[in-house]
């Protein structure tokens, strides 16, 4: 190791650069100044070559022997620190750039008030990174960073891990900030039957349901979906907190409410993490499917009924005390109703955008 580091057209000078100046001046050689000193030879060998730091009882022996201040000598090892650290800060601000190229900017703007900062990447990746609270962007590419992945169908890219992981960052830091009990199954479990009767509650199911949850020590994070994500929805313990984040991906309220009770039965049944593709965990499916309507009720629906209207649907929601638009969802994920009836789909399916306030 050198006692000097090169980086573009700055230098960083060690201690043991100095230090080989004097001993080289005072015509001594090094095992001699290490005998005057009161160190063995090897010891400021070490020191000279910059394989290590100059310690507090080296520079008090230095001191004593040139005259000088020990604020002198640890001054030095001080600005050599931080030259190095800010050689190191720049090489790592070229792998965050390259983090950065998959992350969309304009997703902070729109719903975080971030500032614009045309063409400044450098600060725009310095904005992101405090606001996530990692000391790099590089992490984003760690898998399982903060949450593990469930079962998916297909390999996630790294533009699906990175933003995944900014996704479940935001929410981690949210559940971090909110005061909330210990999670506690059976009142989890009654706030799950009080959500179950809010799916009509269009407008204003986000706020009781959310205070429901947080009652029993579950934080509801509803975010913007951030493009390449990937994912429907995560679970995590934070801090004997649990984090339910679901985003917005689909729009439609009937998937908003799937995605919601598929993650709810991930935390009932104690399996935490990403999911990447709902249709791939059939138990949390079946769940899902279960809750928002009741499987024997629904086959009886599918036998007696050959025409599946708007009257139908609506007549059937109302008896199961449900969104027709649930059940409308339902039928098209069963191919009983084809995708392409867009009158029902306008006439009862809801749309949800979220706006972070």
């Not at 009161?38 to 001191?63: C, V, Y």
């Not at 989890?188 to 009652?215: P, R």
């Not at 390449?228 to 917005?248: E, F, P, Q, R, W």
């Amino acid at each position: 190791m050198s006692n000097y580091i090169e980086y573009n057209d700055k230098i960083a000078f060690h201690p043991g650069y100095y230090l080989k100046e004097i001993i080289e001046e005072s015509g001594l050689t090094q095992e001699d100044f290490a005998k005057r000193m009161g160190t063995t030879p090897k010891n400021l060998s070490i020191l000279i070559r910059g394989e290590q730091n100059l310690s507090i009882d080296m520079a008090s022996k230095l001191s004593r022997m040139l005259g000088t201040t020990i604020a002198y000598w640890l001054g030095l090892q001080q600005a050599y620190d931080e030259k190095v650290a800010e050689f190191l800060s720049e090489e790592e601000l070229k792998r965050e750039r390259e983090v950065f190229k998959l992350i969309d900017y304009k997703y902070f703007i729109d719903n975080f008030n971030f500032p614009n900062l045309p063409r400044k990447v450098d600060e725009q990746i310095k904005c992101v990174r405090e606001f996530l609270a990692v000391s790099s962007l590089t992490v984003l590419q760690e898998r399982n960073l903060a949450v593990s992945y469930r079962s998916y169908t297909e390999e996630p890219t790294m533009s699906n891990v990175v933003n995944a992981n900014v996704m479940v960052q935001i929410a981690i830091n949210r559940v971090l900030k909110t005061e909330t009990p210990k999670f506690n199954r059976k009142k989890f479990e009654k706030a799950v039957l009080f959500a179950l009767s809010q799916t009509k509650n269009h407008d204003g199911f986000l706020y009781v349901v959310k205070k429901a949850f947080q009652d029993a020590g579950v934080v509801l994070v509803v975010l913007p979906n951030l493009k390449n994500s990937g994912i429907y929805g995560a679970t995590k313990k934070v801090d004997g907190k649990v984090l339910l984040m679901v985003n917005d991906r689909r729009h439609y309220a009937d998937t908003f409410w799937f995605t919601l009770f598929h993650e709810i039965g991930h935390i009932l049944n104690s399996d935490l993490g990403i999911t990447f593709k709902a249709e791939a965990e059939d138990e949390a499916d079946q769940y899902a499917k279960n809750m928002l309507i009741p499987r024997e009720k629904y086959e009886e629906f599918i036998d007696q009924n050959h025409c599946f209207d708007e009257r139908t649907i609506v007549e059937f929601a109302e008896s199961i005390n449900q969104d027709p638009g649930i059940v409308l969802g339902r039928l098209m994920k069963d191919e009983i109703v084809e995708y392409t009836e867009t009158y029902l789909s306008k006439k009862l399916r809801h749309t949800y955008k979220v706006v972070i306030v």
